[in-house]
């Protein structure tokens, strides 16, 4: 066990205030509340697992949510490859610390069983390939509730996604055409081929995260704290120079204090330079920060316009 | 010990009392309300450069002349190409006291599904009056909305103000309107704001161009406004979520009902009853995984556990045995309609009401009500989207529930339509 507060560090008493309750408190229950929803009224359900912060929450959160049971359900992969070591080193420490039951959804499995094609040149990335692993590995295991971590601040098409967003039979989201979702009943009725994308962290910001991160003393992979580390510039941000990535002619590798402000496929996230090496430290720079995480750092969300709402409607997370 | 790739995280900081605060914000077409939401997001830095930058090249693009802070809240593709807003949107931001949720909702298509979604949820409902044109339909609509889900508190901005040279009289004719509207709908606490949303007044800071109002700036408003009283803290209700049974030898008796407190307040040592069972017990711990409590009250996520070994499963309610909910299989509710396909006549439809899925025939329908004039039309036979009656339904077996006026946790329930499973309804207890 890595976070066992004596008690609940944050329930304020009651001779200051009279039964309140902070935001990160009602956050947290709130995402308690609709994953238990999720495994009472959905046959399988599953938590999607990068080893970002937002899925190191989510995994508390499940663990909270059932204690002192084991998680109901088991914890997904999608593996594109790509991964920082550090990422997966971390990955496997967490589920085995949790005890929980790892599948791992390979995207180079889906390229050698010509799933999908992969793409080429210096600007390839395997981003837009985990849609197809994704649904067929949700598919193969029939899962029902899918637990992801995407948050409504992060991005403009996420803002009005629901809580439980229902997938058609081809994993499509329409955005038109969506539930109405109310007080805090969620409705997870599905067809077979059906199921639901499950967001608990809907409601909390990239501060939340790392606030309640902070609380609950969270661990996290290495990478979200300032290290030296071999980047190149690209387009205006920094990337890890790994063997995923062909560098152009002119880009040049150097050395740089970075720390990661989210976890993708290391082709496609970038690095923000950085001298903090403790949680505080990244927290005060969180706070201060003028630039969205994904403005920022994610070349993904960088094709167009509406890149994240295009790739939703294909399935992705 | 720390996994391996994982780094020291600290120890934590003293808690940050911010307090959770969530509205919901209505207007009609072309009122500002996109551009009020701007302002606040903007006014509290809540706005990064990025986004700032690409509103900025929209506006340039799209020729609006201004930074439009209206764009900042337009999502989907369409939503940008046509001008219009399609759907609910979540919005976030924070000041040092309070974070704020807001769920935003189009004024004109689907108005009132959309409106009662958002509203649902919400502490507070922000209104938006276009100072030139005063109160319209739409006004008394979302004043009708905001009461019928009965959002504890209304505040009514008069926006535009800049438009009608910041006239004292404009305003407290709107305001004084727009009181006799509330004062119909039972509706216990509005407060009116003068504010130009377009230029900040009265926004986050005080206006100097209307010296002579006196209250608070809209965001002073919001962050003062007392929300914790708001909860029903006297009716203990606990709908049980799931059941926890460990099995291993470590917990191998341990029996513990998950769920999220309704309403009241729960103590170790409690008298208790389960419904249906009716047998009474007493709580024996509450669980957590951060440790035992001593008490819980909403909306917290716990583990009960009761003294005696009795047959609780999902969908069973915990309560006190002097104060129960009313065991029902008849529900006479105001039911808000929300899908294309009418309320059939007799109609069959999955009720969802907390923990709890039962079938119901819908009844009768009692009257239609005129969102705009509340007028009851008794002769209704039934209800299109976006329409609101009163129904009674007939349900397979019993639910608990307490009036909505009571209890919105306990007293509300959504209707699924069977063959679609969409959720077709949302309904109020009377």
Redesign the interface.
Known sequence: M?A???????I?RRDQ??????????????A??VM??V??ELERAVLLFSGGKDSAVLLHLA????????LPFPVMHVDTGHNFP??L??R???V??VGAELIVASVQESIDDGRVVEETGPRASRNRLQSVTLLDAIEKHGFKGVFGGAR??EE??R??ERIFSFRDDFGQWD??A????????Y?G???PGEHVRVFPL??W?E??VW?Y??????????I??AHERDVFRRDGMLYAVSDFVELLPAEEPFSASVRFRTVGDMSCTGAVRSTA????AVVAEIAA????ER??TRADDRIS??AM?DRKKEGYF | ??????????R??A??????VRFATAGSVDDGKSTLIGRLLFDTKSI????LEHVEETSRRRGDGYVNLALLT?????E?EQGIT???????F?TPR??F?IADTPGHEQYT??M??GA??ADLALILVDARKGVVEQSRRHAFIASLLRIPHLVVCVNKMDLVDWDQEVFESISSEFAGWAAKLDIQDATFIPISALHGDNVVERSHNMDWYEGPSLLYHLEHVHV??D?N?RDARFPV??V?????D??HD?R?Y???VASG?FRVGDEVVVLPSGIETRIAGI?????P?EEA?P???V?LQLEDDVDVS?GDMICRPQNRPIEARDVDAMVCW?AERPLQPSGRY?V????RTVLAKADELRYRIDVNTLHRDEAATGLELNEVGRLRLRLSSPLFLDEYRRN??TG???L?DEST???VG?GMVL
């Open positions: 890595t066992t507060p004596a008690s609940a560090p944050n304020l205030m009279s039964y309140e309750i902070t935001h990160l408190r009602a956050l947290e229950s709130e308690i509340h238990r929803e495994v009472a663990r909270k949510a059932f204690h002192p049971a084991s550090e990422v080193d971390y496997d420490a967490m085995a610390d409504r601040d403009r098409a803002a009005k955005p038109k969506q539930r109405p979702e109310l007080w805090s009943i409705n009725f599905v067809k809907s409601n910001t501060l939340d606030q991160i902070r609380e609950e003393r969270i661990p996290l992979p290495s979200y704290f090496v403790t949680l505080d920060t003028r630039v969205t403005g920022e316009e509406a709402e | 010990m720390p996994p391996p790739g994982a780094a020291t995280n600290g934590p900081r808690a940050q009392r911010t307090e959770l990064f450069e990025d986004q337009d999502g989907l593709r369409a940008r399609i759907d609910v949107a979540y919005r976030y924070h309070r974070k949720i599904r959309n009662v979604t649902s949820t914790a009283s909860r803290l979520q799931w926890i049974r460990p099995m291993t470590e917990h341990y513990g998950a769920g999220l307040v669980e957590t995984y951060d440790g409590r009250f909306p917290q996520s583990t999902r929300m999955r969802k009401h907390t923990t919105r946790a509300s329930f959504i699924i499973n969409d959720t949302a």
